[in-house]
C-alpha cells in the first residue's frame, strides 16, 4: 500500500501524502464543476443538479449572512472552499485499493490550520478594500487598551475552526478503521454513511463560520 511520507523540501518538512491528496482532491473539484458546467439545461439534471442544488444552500446562507452585496462578491470564495473541503472530507471514505492509500487531506492539523488562517487574514484584506485602512480601527476599539485581548480573539479564531474540522475529520477516519477490524461486513458500511454526511455538515459548518467572519467586512463602518 502506497503511503507518502513527509520529506524536507528547502528545510520545511512538507507531508507529501497530504500535500498529494490536497491535489487530488482539487482535481476531483474541478472535474465536478466541469462535468457540471459543460452542458447547462435549463431543467437540470445529474451532475447539474447536484450542484445547482449545493449552490443554491449557499447563496442563501451567504444572503442572510453577508447581505446581496456580500453574497456577490464572496460567492466565488466561499463555493470554492466549501466544495474542496467537502470533498477532501469524503475522500478518506474511498476504498483502499491497492496499491493507493486514500487519506482526507483535512485529518491532517496543518491544512485545515491553513485554510482558517486564510480565511481570517481575507476578512482583513477584504474589509480593508470595502472601508479602507479605516476597517483595521475595531482593533482598537472602543480604546486601545483592547488591542491586545482583540489580538488574542483574532487568532483564537483560526484555532477553534481548523481543530474543529480536523478533530471530526481524523476522528471519522480511525473509528472507520477501527470498526472495519472488528466486523469488516456490516459497521463500517453503516459508519460509512454516517461519515459522508458528519462530512458534508463540517464543510457547511466551517462555511457559515466563514460567512459570519466576512460579516463585518461588509458591515457599515462610521
Given amino acids: 500500500m502506497i503511503h507518502y511520507y513527509p520529506k524536507e523540501i528547502f528545510g520545511h518538512v512538507v507531508n507529501m501524502q497530504t500535500l498529494y491528496m490536497s491535489w487530488f482532491t482539487m482535481a476531483i473539484v474541478i472535474l465536478v464543476m466541469y462535468l457540471a458546467t459543460r452542458k447547462l439545461q435549463y431543467l437540470p439534471s445529474g451532475a447539474q443538479n447536484v450542484v445547482e442544488t449545493l449552490i443554491d444552500m449557499l447563496n442563501s446562507l ?3 449572512n453577508l447581505g446581496d452585496k456580500g453574497r456577490k462578491y464572496m460567492a466565488p470564495f466561499v463555493i470554492t472552499l466549501f466544495m474542496y473541503i467537502f470533498i477532501g472530507n469524503e475522500i478518506g471514505l474511498l476504498p483502499q485499493v491497492f496499491p493507493f492509500h486514500f ?3 483535512t485529518n491532517d492539523i496543518n491544512t485545515t490550520l491553513g485554510l482558517a488562517i486564510m480565511v481570517i487574514l481575507s476578512v482583513q484584506i477584504v474589509g480593508c478594500m470595502q472601508h479602507g485602512l479605516g ?3 475595531h482593533f482598537i476599539s472602543p480604546h486601545p487598551l483592547f488591542l491586545p485581548i482583540t489580538l488574542i480573539d483574532e487568532s483564537a479564531k483560526p484555532i477553534t475552526m481548523g ?3 480536523f478533530g471530526n475529520i481524523l ?4 473509528l472507520l478503521i477501527v470498526l472495519n477490524m472488528l466486523a469488516p461486513w456490516l459497521v463500517p458500511n453503516i459508519w460509512i454513511l454516517f461519515s459522508l ?3 458534508f455538515l463540517q464543510a457547511i459548518i466551517f462555511s457559515i463560520l ?3 467572519h466576512f460579516a463585518s467586512a461588509f458591515r457599515e463602518h462610521h
Avoid: D, H, N
Avoid at 476522528?171 to 480511525?174: R, W
Fill in 210 to 212: 466563514t460567512m459570519s
Fill in 103 to 105: 487519506t482526507s487531506p
Fill in 135 to 137: 476597517y483595521l480601527k
Fill in 171 to 174: 476522528a471519522g477516519e480511525i
Fill in 163 to 165: 481543530f474543529r474540522l
Fill in 197 to 199: 454526511a458528519v462530512g
Fill in 62 to 64: 451567504m444572503q442572510a
